[in-house]
């Protein structure tokens, strides 16, 4: 197991092998990538189709010399396996350990941190517009993958490497995959060349030509130009390629090695950005993650049984995923005018069972969160009442289309954003911890956030019937127990008192309200006794909450989102201008620490980390509280109330 992989300690060592062992290579990549996503969860799917791109691309590149940036940072796997890192890879999304993407603190191998898609061309571009004017020869190569070549930014790249008299070379990887299948006319038209009936005999006759191609010298360019009209766009009447600027090789078996490193040492030192067009299969060498490269673009952890069925590790118990799907498609079966959104994630974002019931009123729109709103704008304005579910992390990317046409307009699109907070494995390029600092800032927008699977539904009625455009967070777990015996209707700008009690308020916002519940009870069998506030909203915030909460106790916010701009910020900011008397001193703002990433980990251990879980929220109550109720704690120190942590 691993013979030549654990040997290999850069690219220098890769170079020394003869091609039968550089496909023996890629076997033993797949199997260690399998068994250690198995026990870690991670990229699977994605991973296993750019083995043998990866090898290629490293035996035939000068790395680190050279430049590789990716596009999506969740294919480089095999890239960590090859420059170094084989020896920690049993670490991968572990707390302390390596990443699940790219990462400059890990290697110089990796140039970005890369985890949002269509990045890779144009900040590439930069590169090798920096290195052209500066004088250097280096070359620089970019993979872009997943579908993430329909992302607008990776659009306006292409559109710029005109600019570029220089090597510049885009791998792109179709494997008619983004996380779920590719949607669009970008996705039809490269499906175009792979049902075309020429296509492996063009292929056929390029490998014929490769092995006469020179690899020197400036005989290359002419020899290259045969080679372009042998295999490219004769398949494809239209090319949209080379208007661009680019010189378009393919398409070509990205699972060839042999001929991809054949054609890479071909196309590497032409002067002239070149896109290399090769065609892979998601899951590839894994008969069950080619059979479902949805399932597996990114699966918790699992084990492989001796009958060879891939079975899930851990609970099957429900998530805030889950109840979100169906509250929404309760209110779909009622109102045939909602409709549901998404940028290429229909299962992470659970409209996968809107989609199976409703195929005409659920829209995937792909990688393409800007253009999504967008689009949902328009449907609203139109009369209909979208829904987008996307990730909090990729609401980011579409902020200005939320200012220009949600909040601007007035439209009510209600955007539902997974995977608000700490995620967990994924780290500092999924946590969305900023979503509530940015759509505050707007006008007329509705941010709430329920805490239970029954507080979901009856967030969701609110929010399809309030008639104002609203954004409603949720986090990546499992709900928790009901945090009351019935749920109280969403009223806007309202929140709702949970429990009582005189000797601390705590208002939390969202899941971690059951956090502060928790705390509570653990306090309650000392003496201490908290009142605490499921605020629901923070715009509007609840103005009587705020007036109840400031009368003189120590007052506690607590956030699964950054201390900058959320919530706690919120509460300050309108308890000032109700002009409630705000001891400082006796005020605490807990979540997630402002003016840091929070590295990848389990999400239990970095709610530990931001101090936002209970026993976090026991330690900051006995803080503020000080020696003003040291009797109430009946002799039990600190260290024994928060559980000995």
């Known amino acids: 197991m691993n013979e030549l992989l654990q040997h290999i300690h850069g690219p220098q060592d890769l170079k020394k092998l003869s091609m039968p062992q550089l496909k023996q ?24 189709g750019v083995v043998e791109l990866t090898i290629a691309l490293h035996y035939c590149l000068d790395l680190p010399v050279d430049r590789l940036v990716f596009d999506v940072g969740h294919q480089c796997y ?26 400059p603190a890990e290697s110089e191998y990796d140039l970005f941190y890369v985890g949002h898609a269509g990045t890779a061309i144009p900040t590439a571009l ?116 080379e208007p661009l600027g680019l010189v378009y090789i393919g398409p070509v078996d990205g699972h060839d090695v042999e001929h991809l490193v054949q054609l890479i040492n071909v196309v590497k030192d032409v002067p002239h950005p070149v896109l290399l067009h090769i065609l892979t299969t998601k899951g590839s060498g894994c008969a069950w993650a080619e059979a479902e490269p949805t399932a597996y673009h990114s699966p918790a952890p699992f084990e492989i049984l001796e009958s060879g069925e891939v079975q899930a590790k851990g609970d099957n118990a429900k998530t805030f995923t889950d109840a979100f799907g169906e509250a ?65 992390t990729f609401m980011q990317r579409a902020f200005d289309q939320v200012f220009q046409e949600m909040s601007l307009q007035n439209l009510p699109v209600v955007l539902c954003m997974d995977r608000a907070g700490l995620v967990g494995g994924d780290g500092a390029v999924h946590h969305g911890f900023l979503d509530i600092a940015f759509l505050r800032t707007l006008p007329r927008i509705v941010c709430m956030a ?34 009351a015996a019935k749920t109280e209707p969403f009223e806007l700008g309202k929140g709702v008192r949970l429990r009582g009690g005189e000797d601390v308020t705590i208002l939390a916002y969202g899941m971690p309200a059951a956090y502060a519940m928790q705390a509570a009870r653990q306090l309650a069998q ?26 003189g106790k120590p007052v506690i916010t607590v956030e699964d989102h950054s201390t900058a701009g959320g919530f706690g910020s919120a509460v300050l900011e309108r308890s000032s201008t109700l002009g409630l008397a705000v001891d400082m001193k006796r005020f605490r703002l807990l979540g997630i620490p402002a003016g840091e990433f929070v590295p990848h980990g389990s999400r239990s251990w970095q709610l530990r980390r931001a101090g936002i879980d209970a026993e976090g929220i026991v330690a900051a109550v006995l803080a503020v509280l000080g020696a003003e109720t040291a009797g109430k704690w009946r002799g039990s120190d600190v260290k024994t109330m928060v559980g000995g942590q």
């Open 526 to 551: 000392r003496g201490i006794e908290v009142s605490v506030y499921n605020a629901r909203f923070v715009q509007p915030l609840d103005d009587e909450m705020l007036q109840a909460a400031f009368n």
């Open 328 to 392: 929404l498609l309760e209110i779909a079966r009622q109102d045939d005018k909602v409709v549901a959104l998404t940028a290429a994630m229909p299962d992470g974002t659970g409209l996968a069972g809107f989609a199976a019931e409703f195929p005409t009123r659920c829209l995937d729109i792909g990688l393409a969160e800007s253009a999504t709103v967008d689009v949902a704008a328009g449907m609203c304005k139109a009369g209909l009442k979208p829904v987008v579910a996307v990730y909090s």
């Open 126 to 241: 930069g590169l090798a517009k920096a290195d052209e004017l500066l004088g250097r020869s280096n070359r620089t190569a970019v993979i872009v993958g997943d579908a993430s070549i329909v992302n607008g930014v990776a659009f306006e790249g292409l559109n710029q490497l005109n600019m570029l008299k220089r090597q510049f070379l885009v791998v792109l990887n179709d494997n008619t995959m983004g996380i779920a299948p590719t949607q669009g006319g970008m996705a039809d038209y490269l499906a175009r060349f792979r049902v075309s009936p020429t296509y492996e005999a063009s292929k056929r006759r390029a490998k014929r030509m490769l092995d006469r191609l020179p690899l020197v010298g400036k005989q290359v360019l002419s020899a290259l130009d045969q080679l372009r009209h042998s295999v490219k766009a004769t398949l494809v009447r239209d090319q949209i390629w």
């Open 78 to 103: 095999p890239h960590k396996l090859l420059t170094g890192r084989h020896d920690t890879f049993e670490t991968l999304r572990q707390t302390g350990g390596l990443s699940g993407f790219p990462s």
């Open 25 to 48: 290579v890629a076997e033993e990549i797949r199997q260690h990538v399998i068994d250690v996503v198995s026990r870690n969860g991670g990229h699977l799917s994605s991973n296993l």
């Open 450 to 483: 329920p805490a239970d699977e029954g507080e979901m539904h009856a967030a969701m009625r609110l929010a399809m019937s309030c008639g104002k455009p609203v954004a409603m967070r949720y986090p990546r777990d499992r709900v928790p127990a009901p945090l």
